[in-house]
């Protein structure tokens, strides 16, 4: 199976920060890597998939990047609505593995 | 409106069983490839099983292979996983969504293989 780590598996940052999330695969998986948002109590919401290709309806703050096995989340100004725990997940081959989460917490 | 209402989640004595729906609306179901995912207390997301959109091919996890059979009703536009077997492990939150797979059109020529809807889950809870 791939694993898919992501770090920091939570970090404190404050509105208008620049906040970067990492995610590595434990073998290449080219670009098919997606990154979602989960809210308290709620689904996962995707943000990015292919690496790179903002979901419709998501705010342009966030952006994906990478290949291979490094990929990384960016959100350019946090805002209040983005505080949630992010998931990248590999869809290179079954079984389709998420990485541990990154919890993006207010300072 | 495109939506996923998940019922079936309860609670079950270890070696139990439940089977799990997922009503589809705003789309066919069997024009999609379809997935589980689960989320146990606390904990982050896995990938639990999935159907391909003409319903030729299923994949499970290992940790619920020979226990858990996906499948879905065209009439009815709803998934299912029937669950058997159960232990307290399987304890979770449990998500259908809809998978959207194919490659892009334009730059950058990508293939995708994503969940772009969810729904809210059933809670199964696995405890005599």
């Known amino acids: 199976d791939i694993q898919m780590t992501q770090s920091p598996s939570s970090l404190s940052a404050s509105i208008g920060d620049r906040v970067t999330i990492t995610c590595r695969a434990s073998e290449s998986i080219g670009t098919h890597l997606n990154w979602y948002q989960q809210k308290p109590g709620k689904a996962p919401k995707l943000l990015i998939y292919a690496a790179s290709i903002l979901q419709t309806g998501v705010p342009a703050r966030f952006s994906g990047s990478g290949s291979g096995t490094d990929f990384t989340l960016t959100i350019t100004s946090l805002q209040p609505e983005d505080f949630a725990t992010l998931y990248c997940q590999q869809s290179y081959t079954t079984p389709l593995t998420f990485g541990g989460g990154t919890k993006v917490e207010s300072k | 409106e495109v939506q996923l209402v998940e019922s079936g989640g309860g609670l079950v004595p270890p070696g139990g069983s439940l089977r799990l729906s997922c009503a589809a609306s705003?789309?066919?179901?069997?024009?999609?490839?379809m997935y589980w995912v689960r989320q146990a207390p606390g904990k982050g997301l896995v990938w639990v099983s999935r159907?391909?959109?003409?319903?030729?091919?299923?994949d499970y996890a290992d940790s619920v292979k020979g226990r858990f059979t996906i499948s879905r009703d065209n009439a009815k536009n709803t998934l299912y996983v029937q669950m058997n077997s159960l232990r307290a492990e399987d304890t979770a939150v449990y998500y259908c969504a809809r998978a959207l797979v194919g490659s892009t059109r334009a730059p950058p020529f990508r293939y995708y293989n994503y969940m772009d809807v969810w729904g809210k889950g059933t809670t199964v809870t696995v405890s005599s």
């Open positions: 159907i391909n959109s003409d319903g030729t091919e299923t």
């Open positions: 705003g789309f066919t179901v069997s024009s999609y490839w």
